[in-house]
């Protein structure tokens, strides 16, 4: 039953728990807080000790602070209760709508468990609710949803007895009250350690940033941005100062253009198949003054943001010192390094170019091959002509080799300026031919046919100019070695002038030549061996003095079933009967 003064007591517990409940809200950090929680038990809600016991992440109970005895809090603050003691005590005693009250005498089988707690000594209570040494008072703290946050231990009432009912609700709604403090409290040192680790992962990534940046600007090799993906797929975002100089272009230039516009024509079909990721290729970049430079490119992928655009990286390293040193290795493996004719393995080499191991024969009529195509029947059985046919070295349908139509004169000719464009071939494919299907009846290779006789009959085919020189061993001889290399180049001089663009002139060795020229009919080899005939015995002047060499041809035809060996051999022979059909002197005088 409550007392005459019990208004007045509650009015200035009120008063009290209003004003601690309002310093929780000032603590700055969690520490703080907590330490401020059993501050306001101690101050306001009349108890002499008070304690917060801390939910870890483990789960268990810490000590976290106390207030009232600084002995006591000495010796317990930091210690740990397991959380299965903790459930074990806050399900004992009575429940005071929401505290746990346990009093002595069943508390005494609480003395041996983990939970760290202190002794208080005096006597033994003379009235039913005056407070005994040996109880404890529990108020449990929760978080919004339910989560057990901690617990506020409460002992030594300064009125020496069990709180009343007013004092038991004034306990729990400071406890929840409490609850919330913490939870702020966490809150806030969640977000400062949020913001601290995203302060530290920016400062970073400005250090990474500027680390980027210098080593893209100050780089020694090119290096560019380019756009990945949308319309403008490939276009230069940023380049540095090496990539710049190295193509003549300012960056703001640059900016307009995307690698395919700077690549050299040849090389567009080398960028488009290198691949973005991780993809490397050797190719040709156009400089202001209209050059063209070697370069490495060499890509990466890099992403602006975790789902931000994708950007590609380019390293563009200057090859041209080194690819110049390879062109220069193979033109000297495949060019004389005297008159800088291709040599005997490079004029092979043209030439095996041009044949495949099938025979060319008399063309099948057109509804043969149209049989042979669609019907699958022997259609040339008794006409061993050429279909439009199977690929080189295929059998046709009669199991014997089948060849094709020539194509027109001129087609597929030679350059003496390009090895390159022969190396690693199929020596019976031409390049720039699309493939056929291994067993169809029809492929693309254009075969080689030769004139049945020396009779211009129209046939256009390839020409061997086999040239071999009158007279010079007696210049070399008589006027020394010297002057025998000067007629050389300048023979070669001469028969590089008197044949057309794509036609081949190569020095087989000592003093022997050889001209290759695709479309000609006999008529035309003839006249074009005249030619250089008469462009030879002009005299040649070395040192002051004239001397003059005169030149026997003899003209073979390359076909289809012949080797390159074969091929020349043929026309060395005619050569040789053509030199013993002309006198001695008839043959210096040309």
């Not at 003064?5 to 310093?23: D, F, I, K, N, W």
């Not at 019907?375 to 061993?384: F, I």
């Not at 005249?530 to 004239?546: E, Q, Y």
Request: charged share 25%.
């Amino acid at each position: 039953m409550e007392t005459e003064s019990e208004p007045y007591v509650r009015l200035a517990t009120l008063r009290q728990l209003h004003r601690v409940v309002a310093e929780l809200n000032t603590a700055r950090s969690l520490a703080d807080t907590l330490q401020t929680v059993v501050d306001g038990i101690v101050v306001g809600l009349g108890y002499e000790l008070a304690c917060v016991n801390l939910v870890r992440p483990d789960g268990d109970l810490v000590v976290a602070a106390f207030a009232g005895d600084p002995a006591a809090e000495a010796l317990i603050t930091g210690r740990v209760g397991s959380r299965a003691s903790w459930e074990r005590r806050l399900t004992m005693g009575e429940n005071w709508d929401g505290l746990r009250f346990i009093p002595h005498t069943e508390g005494w089988v609480l003395m041996e468990d983990d939970v760290p707690q202190w002794h208080t000594d005096g006597p033994d209570p003379r009235f039913e609710d005056e407070w005994h040494p040996e109880d404890r008072l529990y108020a449990p703290m929760y978080a919004s949803g339910g989560e057990l946050l901690g617990v506020i231990s409460v002992d030594r009432p300064r009125n020496g007895r069990r709180p009343g009912a007013w004092g038991r609700e004034a306990l729990q709604m400071y406890a929840f009250q409490a609850a919330i403090a913490i939870s702020n409290a966490r809150l806030r040192a969640n977000m400062q350690r949020a913001l601290v680790r995203l302060e530290r992962e920016q400062q970073a990534l400005r250090a990474s940033e500027e680390s980027f940046r210098q080593a893209f600007e100050y780089a020694p090799s090119g290096m560019a941005i380019a756009e990945m993906g949308g319309d403008q797929h490939g276009r230069l975002l940023r380049t540095n100062d090496a990539l710049c100089r190295l193509l003549g272009r300012p960056a703001s230039v640059l900016r307009r253009y995307s690698f395919s516009d700077l690549v050299h024509p040849e090389d567009i079909g080398t960028l488009l198949r290198t691949s973005a990721e991780g993809g490397r290729a050797e190719l040709r970049l156009g400089r202001r003054d209209g050059t063209y430079v070697w370069v490495s490119l060499r890509n990466s992928v890099v992403a602006d943001a975790a789902d931000g655009p994708r950007f590609l990286l380019t390293h563009v390293e200057d090859i041209e010192e080194r690819k110049r040193h390879e062109l220069q290795l193979a033109h000297r493996a495949s060019h004389d390094s005297l008159t800088g004719l291709p040599n005997s393995a490079e004029l092979r080499a043209r030439l095996g170019a041009r044949l495949c191991r099938r025979p060319q024969s008399v063309r099948a009529t057109a509804v043969e091959a149209l049989d042979a195509a669609f019907e699958g029947r022997d259609a040339y059985d008794g006409h061993p002509g050429p279909a439009a046919g199977h690929a080189p070295g295929h059998a046709g349908h009669d199991g014997h080799p089948v060849a094709a139509e020539a194509g027109g004169a001129g087609e597929h000719g030679f350059h003496a300026d390009g090895p390159d464009r022969f190396q690693g071939a199929d020596p019976f494919e031409f390049p720039g031919a699309p493939s056929a299907p291994a067993d169809g009846p029809y492929d693309h290779h254009v075969h080689t046919v030769a004139p049945a006789t020396d009779i211009d009959d129209g046939t256009k085919g390839l020409a061997v100019l086999f040239c071999d020189l009158d007279g010079f061993k007696s210049i070399n001889d008589r006027f020394g070695h010297h002057t025998g290399d000067a007629v050389l180049i300048e023979v070669a001089r001469r028969l590089t002038t008197g044949v057309r663009d794509g036609d081949t002139v190569a020095r087989l060795g000592g003093d022997e030549f050889v001209v290759l020229a695709d479309g000609l009919g006999a008529a035309d080899a003839a006249d074009l061996a005249v030619r250089l005939r008469n462009a030879i015995i002009p005299p040649i002047r070395v040192d002051g003095r004239a001397v003059r060499v005169g030149a026997s041809f003899g003209i073979g035809w390359a076909s289809c079933g012949m080797s390159a060996d074969e091929v020349l051999r043929s026309a060395d022979q005619r050569m040789y009967i053509e030199k013993r059909s002309r006198s001695k002197a008839h043959r210096r005088a040309g």
